[in-house]
């Protein structure tokens, strides 16, 4: 998302989601989503970091809603717009290259 904001001239900042289990990664409908700021400052190590943060709240928060019996679907938020589709590609490669191991990197 930090390559997207650079190459689109947006920042919507970027989103920590929990989904349904399904047998593809991060394919199921989402049951929770919280919204994660990125500032101008930002490098992707600081963004991690702030996101996995708000991801253990999030993960807090649903947990007590399940039990409950709260759970729903919701709708995914949309960072691309039409058009956009080469300059997501494009900044998902260039995070691939910078970060071979991605969001699994410790």
């Known amino acids: 998302m930090l390559e997207f904001t ?44 702030r996101g996995k943060e708000r991801e253990r709240q999030l993960q807090l928060e649903f947990w007590k809603g399940f039990v409950k019996g709260e759970v729903q679907e919701i709708q995914d938020t949309v960072y691309m717009r039409p058009g956009e589709e080469e300059i997501l590609e494009s900044a998902r490669q260039k995070a691939r290259k910078d970060y071979p191991n991605g969001w699994r990197r410790t």
Do not use: C, M, Y
């Open 6 to 49: 650079k190459l689109t001239g947006r920042n919507e900042g970027t989103n920590v989601i929990i989904h349904r289990v399904t047998n593809q990664i991060d394919e199921g409908p989402t049951v929770a989503i919280s919204h994660v700021p990125i500032f101008e400052e930002d490098t992707a190590e600081t963004l991690q970091e």
